[in-house]
């Protein structure tokens, strides 16, 4: 199985800040990567894959990079509706396999 | 617009069998490159990926899950059903249906969730 290792676990940022969360594939995964927002109590919301497209209706702060085994996640200006835990998602071959998730709160 | 909901039961005990439909609508799985899976979330923890199906039958299970999970379609309802046998409070978690689109098996709709707790 491929393992998806991301960082940091959490994090505490401001409004407006520019904010990163990694993600690590244990091997090669191309650019077959996702990611997801989840807000508490909420299913998982789709945000990127191939890992720089935005899916229809995603703000524009969020972007995507990163081929092979390192990926990144960012977004440009944080605002207080983004407090959520992001996952990354492998989606090379089966298992399908996640991240352990990236928890953000606004400090 | 695409819509997933699954349904069953909220509680099960342990060693049964959890059967979860579910029931989706704005797309057919009868269309090349699309599929539905499966995947929970217990309380707390991680998402994990079950199970998933495509429009052409083929099947894809986790493998340390395998021997216990079936996956089956009827395109004439618009439902997929997940099986899982010899259920453990391990397997307490949040189940979510989701679509996979022609583009690759990332997941772009998902149901809204329904929380199965294993107990006696």
């Known amino acids: 199985d491929i393992q998806m290792t991301q960082s940091p676990s959490s994090l505490s940022a401001s409004v407006g800040d520019k904010v990163t969360i990694t993600c690590r594939a244990s091997q090669d995964i191309s650019d077959n990567l996702a990611w997801y927002q989840q807000k508490p109590g909420k299913a998982p919301k789709f945000l990127l894959y191939?890992?720089?497209f935005l899916q229809s209706g995603v703000p524009s702060r969020f972007s995507g990079s990163g081929s092979g085994t390192d990926f990144t996640l960012t977004i440009s200006s944080l605002q207080p509706e983004d407090v959520a835990t992001y996952y990354c998602?492998?989606?090379?071959?089966?298992?399908?396999?996640f991240g352990q998730g990236t928890r953000l709160e606004i400090k | 617009q695409i819509t997933l909901r699954e349904s069953g039961p909220t509680l099960v005990k342990p060693t049964q069998t959890l059967t979860l439909t579910c029931t989706f609508s704005?797309?057919?799985?009868?269309?090349?490159?699309?599929?539905v899976g499966w995947i929970r979330q217990p309380p707390g923890e991680a998402l994990e990926w079950l199970a998933l199906?495509?429009?052409?039958?083929?099947?894809r299970y986790t493998p340390s899950l395998k021997t216990r999970l079936t996956i089956t379609k009827d395109t004439s309802k618009n439902q997929v059903v997940l099986t899982m046998t010899t259920m453990d409070p391990a397997d307490t978690a949040t189940y979510y249906c989701?679509?996979?689109?022609?583009?690759?098996?990332?997941?772009?709709?998902w149901g809204q969730g329904t929380l199965v707790t294993v107990s006696s």
């Open positions: 989701v679509h996979r689109p022609n583009s690759g098996s990332f997941f772009d709709y």
């Open positions: 998602q492998n989606y090379y071959s089966a298992p399908y396999t």
């Open positions: 199906i495509f429009w052409d039958d083929n099947e």
């Open positions: 704005g797309f057919s799985l009868k269309t090349t490159g699309v599929g």
């Open positions: 191939a890992p720089s």
